[in-house]
């Protein structure tokens, strides 16, 4: 056990919409274990409302994928430099560094030199691309806190200090009856609810909700009472998506919401996700779907050079084969995949059967308390003084 006695400061990390999510859950656990600890944190508006002293709005800035990193480049080495001078300054008791390693790496090597213990949350998907990742990772960390129970060995083999307490999703997705779902009987006069996920970043929001909401217009046509809801996140406003929509659909059936509770998504009768987090949140809740990704060329490239796996959707990763469809880069059509869907919405066997096999993810993942559990662990590490 390390006694803190320089002070109780403490940095944590995170640069993007779920890392920002997952971290200022794991804060508030560890204030209620720790109320004497100081939280200082770079972030999103999450974070912000949680921490003692918010540093920097990252999350809005974030970048993802080699041309978007290029062209953030002059932030990150403004960023760098503040967490420099903070780790120099406050000399915390430790850092937690939340997914996002494009810039999070940066922090490793910064609290290492500087012998700060660094925990990594949700480390990255080594499993894959870029498996060198787990290397510098082990090295480096205190302590790992994998998300998926298949990384524990990854990081083991390696001599990382590892540990899975569960997937954070099951603290903030509720469960549902999913009996309910499936004893529906749909047919065409049915109140469709589709919901639309477009993504967390401005440029996703610009590759899918255009081609979602041409797709939402193709399904109302055949099923008329069909309801589409845009699941907005708190870093745009609903101008924003309301303008694409506009250009993109001329009906007056899709409004956007913001539903930080899912207490409106678990009700979709089926979603067109952006790959990325909400597709496993979709899962959780026995939520049906396909799921789009569209990114630059460049990017696109670059990422077929260096993934390994035949999947984007981490529902089709965990159960090993495609459960839900893809429709990436070329193949994200707007009449492919409205024929798919209004097929699906009309066979309420395959319906069933999709809702039954992605909610079975739900037992994969741990139990609920997660986000206790690690800040339980973390200050045990620790004598809090």
Same mark, same amino acid.
């Given at each position: ?232 996140? @708190?870093?745009?406003?609903? #101008?924003? $998506? ?8 001329? +009906?007056? &059936?899709? *409004? ?95 319906? @069933?059967?999709?809702?039954? #096999?992605? $909610? ?8 609920? +308390?997660? &986000?206790? *559990? ?12």
């Amino acid at each position: 056990m390390l006694k803190i006695s320089r002070n109780n400061d403490v940095l944590v990390v995170a640069g993007d919409v779920s890392g920002d999510l997952h971290a200022s859950n794991l804060v508030r656990e560890l204030k209620k274990v720790a109320p004497s600890l100081i939280i200082h944190s770079i972030g999103g508006v999450r974070l912000k409302e949680v921490s003692d002293r918010f540093v920097y709005d990252l999350v809005s800035k974030g970048s993802f994928g080699f041309v978007d990193s290029v062209k953030s480049f002059g932030l990150w080495i403004k960023l760098i430099s503040i967490v420099r001078r903070f780790l120099e300054d406050k000399k915390p008791a430790f850092v937690i560094v939340v997914d996002f390693y494009g810039f999070n790496r940066q922090v490793l090597g910064l609290s290492r030199d500087r012998d700060i213990p660094v925990y990594y949350y949700i480390p990255p998907q080594v499993w894959a691309s870029r498996p060198k990742r787990a290397n510098t990772i082990s090295k480096i960390c205190k302590e790992i806190f994998a998300i998926f129970p298949f990384e524990v060995d990854i990081y083991k083999k390696l001599g990382g200090r590892v540990s899975f307490f569960g997937h954070p999703l099951l603290d903030i997705v509720p469960d549902v009856d999913i009996n309910k779902k499936i004893d529906i009987k749909k047919d065409d006069d049915f109140d469709y609810k589709i919901g639309i996920l477009p993504g967390s970043r401005r440029s996703e929001i610009e590759n899918h909700l255009g081609v979602f909401s041409k797709i939402f217009s193709n399904i109302e046509s055949k099923f008329k009472n069909s309801k589409g809801y845009v699941f907005a996140v @708190n870093e745009f406003g609903d #101008e924003y $998506y309301e303008r694409i929509i506009a250009e993109n659909y001329t +009906g007056n &059936n899709i *409004r956007v919401v913001r539903d930080n509770n899912y207490s409106i998504r678990k009700d979709m009768t089926f979603c067109l996700t952006c790959s990325g987090t909400a597709t496993l949140e979709n899962a959780l809740m026995g939520v049906p779907m396909i799921v789009g990704y569209k990114t630059s060329r460049i990017n696109y490239e670059l990422s077929r050079a260096v993934i390994r796996i035949p999947y984007i959707s981490l529902v089709n990763i965990i159960l090993k084969r495609e459960a839900v469809k893809e429709f990436i880069q070329g193949d994200l059509r707007v009449n492919k995949i409205s024929a798919y869907v209004i097929d699906l919405l009309h066979d309420n066997d395959k319906y @069933n059967a999709m809702v039954s #096999e992605i $909610y079975s993810i739900r037992k994969m993942l741990g139990e609920s +308390g997660v &986000n206790k *559990r690690i800040a339980e662990k973390i200050v045990s590490d620790f004598e809090i003084i």
